[in-house]
Nanobody
Framework: QEQIVVSGGGLVQPGGSLRLSCTAS????????VAWFRQAPGKEREGLSC????????NYVDSVKGRFTISRDNAKNTVYLQMNSLKLEDTAVYYC???????????????????WGQGTQVTVSS
């Protein structure tokens, strides 16, 4: 059965760190571009970062550049999002998604992604 599981969310103080994991069964993640998105209450879903399916090149939106790092471990069939220097405004539900749109540079637009995991809540609060 195909499944994408997102884990690692939680409550953290400002300035803290969390690592989110996106693990798949029934999908071989190295064959997909993988992206992380988030959605805060009352806001639209926002693409944060992606890793391409060929060469594992990465992209980040400005709001997380320098603080978040996306990586993949093909042996574990997992993609990670390391989040450092977390801010109050990072509070949201975080999702990962898989895309088959091509082997070039990845993008963080949600309509390019085909399969979505369930969200995990990240709350940054003092």
């Amino acid at each position: 059965q195909e499944q994408i599981v997102v884990s690692g969310g939680g409550l953290v103080q400002p300035g803290g760190s969390l690592r989110l994991s996106c693990t798949a069964s029934g999908y071989t993640l190295e064959y997909y571009a993988v992206a992380w998105f988030r959605q805060a209450p009352g806001k639209e879903r926002e693409g944060l970062s992606c890793i391409s399916r060929r060469f594992s090149s990465t992209n980040y939106v400005d709001s997380v550049k320098g603080r978040f790092t996306i990586s993949r471990d093909n042996a574990k069939n997992t993609v990670y999002l390391q989040m450092n220097s977390l801010k109050l405004e990072d509070t949201a539900v975080y999702y990962c998604a898989l895309g088959l749109y091509g082997s070039g540079p990845c993008v963080t637009t949600s309509h390019d992604y085909d399969y979505w995991g369930q969200g995990t809540q990240v709350t940054v609060s003092s």
